[in-house]
């Protein structure tokens, strides 16, 4: 999906990840990234963001909650972290990361609330009225009162399955009211999600039916005395589509894959994030006159379809996607190629859901490739052998 825009904007990173994958530093299976291009997007979108009045929250689940790169980022100037679920939260907690936007897409376990409250998130989301009685009551215990934003949703609007959830236009007066009721909460806003979509006929980034949605559950808040705080429009946030979510009125913002230039908009590497991950594996064996490449960074909704594999010199394969219901033990390729060689793939993914390392490497883009430490898909460190060139 984004090979050729890998190769057009940063080839710099294909041969980094190369020599260090000679080296031995990197396993197949990994996920190397180019943190100074991350950091060269990330600035570009706040530039982007700042102009048009809305604050960022960074996602960290697309990179595999790193904590290192979200540190990086913070300093960059990004006014928080979002977990989208609780065991996202987990993680930056265990490295004093400030966790700005809680609850959506996932729900805080009532075993959690307590703990979540008492990091003072700057707005938690809810979908019921138990689980903001449930905040409320954490932060009357600690003497606190908890803004909260409301998950929002029409009969019309797109929900992906295992998202379904959110309070309807129809019932929103009264779940005002009731909200108005309950101490040691504060009711500041409404979120929903995907409020931008790639739409690939018109090849624009343009706004789902859930943004009309957001606007007019808004609008309801209003008219019930709610005076709007944030309005957060997450889904395929970008230099392309902030200007346009300012023009709809909302305020607040989550950029995810615009961090590392993987996003559908970018296939023809026309955007001005630039790329700045790719996934890195090696081919295990051949089979029926197909190579096997070692899997376990699959993304079923990524849209892989072609490979470069280093054979005595560059070869583009086709990518002969695993089963949805198979485990991506390997993932075939088209044609045979040598046992042992590298394969670079660039699509778009989500790190925590997968089995893989994560590399980050800094000094790319100035010529001096320097491995910054390796990671599990969940942002823990995994220990790299002493003495190994270029580490810092």
Same mark, same amino acid.
């Not at 990361?97 to 409250?117: K, R």
């Not at 905040?135 to 929900?159: F, G, M, P, S, Y």
């Not at 009264?174 to 040691?184: R, V």
């Given at each position: 999906m984004?090979?050729?825009?890998l190769?057009?904007?940063?080839?710099?990173?294909?041969?980094?990840a190369i020599?260090?994958?000679?080296?031995g530093v990197?396993?197949p299976?990994s996920?190397?990234?180019?943190?100074?291009?991350?950091?060269?997007?990330?600035h570009?979108?706040?530039e982007?963001?700042?102009?048009?009045g809305?604050?960022?929250y960074?996602m960290s689940?697309q990179f595999?909650r790193?904590p290192?790169?979200?540190?990086l980022?913070l300093?960059?100037?990004? !006014?928080g972290?979002?977990?989208?679920?609780?065991?996202?939260?987990?993680?930056?907690?265990q490295?004093?990361?400030?966790?700005?936007?809680?609850?959506?897409?996932?729900?805080?376990?009532?075993?959690?609330?307590?703990e979540?409250?008492?990091?003072?998130?700057?707005?938690?989301?809810?979908?019921?009225?138990?689980k903001?009685?449930?905040?409320?009551a954490?932060a009357?215990? !600690?003497?606190?009162?908890?803004?909260l934003?409301?998950?929002?949703?029409?009969?019309?609007?797109?929900?992906?399955?295992? !998202?379904?959830a959110?309070f309807?236009?129809?019932?929103?007066p009264?779940?005002?009211?009731e909200?108005?009721?309950i101490?040691?909460?504060?009711?500041?806003g409404?979120?929903?999600?995907?409020?931008?979509?790639?739409?690939?006929?018109?090849?624009?980034?343009l706004?789902?039916?859930?943004l009309?949605?957001?606007?007019?559950?808004k609008?309801?808040?209003?008219?019930?005395?709610?005076q709007?705080e944030?309005?957060?429009?997450?889904?395929?946030?970008?230099?392309?589509?902030?200007?346009q979510?300012?023009?709809?009125?909302?305020?607040?913002?989550e950029?995810?894959?615009s961090l590392?230039?993987?996003?559908?908009?970018?296939q023809?590497?026309?955007?001005?994030?630039h790329?700045?991950?790719?996934?890195?594996?090696?081919i295990?064996?051949?089979?029926q006159?197909?190579?096997?490449?070692?899997?376990?960074?699959?993304?079923?909704?990524g849209?892989?379809?072609?490979?470069?594999?280093?054979?005595?010199q560059?070869?583009?394969?086709?990518?002969?996607?695993?089963?949805?219901?198979?485990?991506?033990y390997?993932i075939?390729?088209?044609?045979?190629?040598?046992?042992?060689?590298p394969?670079?793939?660039?699509?778009?993914?989500?790190?925590f859901v997968?089995?893989?390392?994560?590399v980050l490497?800094?000094g790319i883009?100035s010529?001096?490739?320097?491995?910054?430490?390796?990671y599990?898909?969940?942002?823990?460190?995994?220990p790299?052998?002493?003495g190994?060139?270029?580490?810092?």
């Amino acid at each position: 999906m984004l090979l050729k825009a890998l190769q057009k904007q940063n080839p710099a990173l294909i041969e980094a990840a190369i020599s260090f994958w000679k080296q031995g530093v990197i396993k197949p299976d990994s996920y190397v990234i180019d943190v100074d291009q991350v950091k060269q997007n990330a600035h570009l979108l706040l530039e982007t963001a700042t102009r048009h009045g809305i604050t960022l929250y960074l996602m960290s689940k697309q990179f595999g909650r790193n904590p290192l790169l979200c540190k990086l980022l913070l300093e960059c100037g990004y !006014q928080g972290i979002v977990a989208v679920d609780f065991k996202e939260a987990r993680q930056l907690y265990q490295h004093n990361l400030p966790v700005a936007h809680i609850g959506h897409l996932v729900q805080i376990p009532s075993g959690m609330v307590d703990e979540v409250v008492s990091h003072q998130p700057e707005v938690i989301t809810v979908y019921s009225v138990a689980k903001a009685r449930e905040i409320a009551a954490a932060a009357v215990r !600690q003497n606190k009162e908890q803004a909260l934003l409301l998950k929002v949703c029409h009969h019309d609007d797109l929900i992906y399955p295992g !998202q379904e959830a959110g309070f309807s236009l129809d019932e929103l007066p009264n779940i005002i009211k009731e909200i108005k009721t309950i101490s040691g909460i504060r009711l500041v806003g409404v979120t929903h999600f995907p409020c931008m979509l790639f739409d690939s006929e018109k090849g624009k980034t343009l706004p789902s039916p859930n943004l009309n949605t957001l606007i007019e559950a808004k609008s309801i808040l209003e008219q019930h005395g709610i005076q709007v705080e944030q309005v957060n429009g997450p889904s395929a946030t970008s230099i392309e589509s902030l200007p346009q979510l300012a023009k709809w009125g909302v305020t607040h913002a989550e950029p995810g894959h615009s961090l590392t230039g993987t996003m559908p908009s970018n296939q023809q590497g026309n955007q001005p994030e630039h790329i700045a991950m790719l996934y890195l594996t090696e081919i295990s064996h051949c089979h029926q006159g197909k190579s096997h490449c070692y899997g376990g960074g699959y993304y079923r909704r990524g849209h892989l379809n072609n490979a470069l594999v280093y054979d005595q010199q560059w070869h583009v394969s086709k990518v002969l996607n695993p089963d949805n219901a198979s485990i991506d033990y390997t993932i075939g390729l088209t044609g045979p190629f040598a046992v042992g060689s590298p394969v670079v793939m660039c699509f778009r993914t989500q790190i925590f859901v997968t089995r893989s390392d994560v590399v980050l490497v800094g000094g790319i883009q100035s010529g001096q490739p320097r491995l910054l430490g390796i990671y599990d898909s969940q942002g823990n460190t995994i220990p790299t052998p002493p003495g190994r060139r270029g580490y810092e």
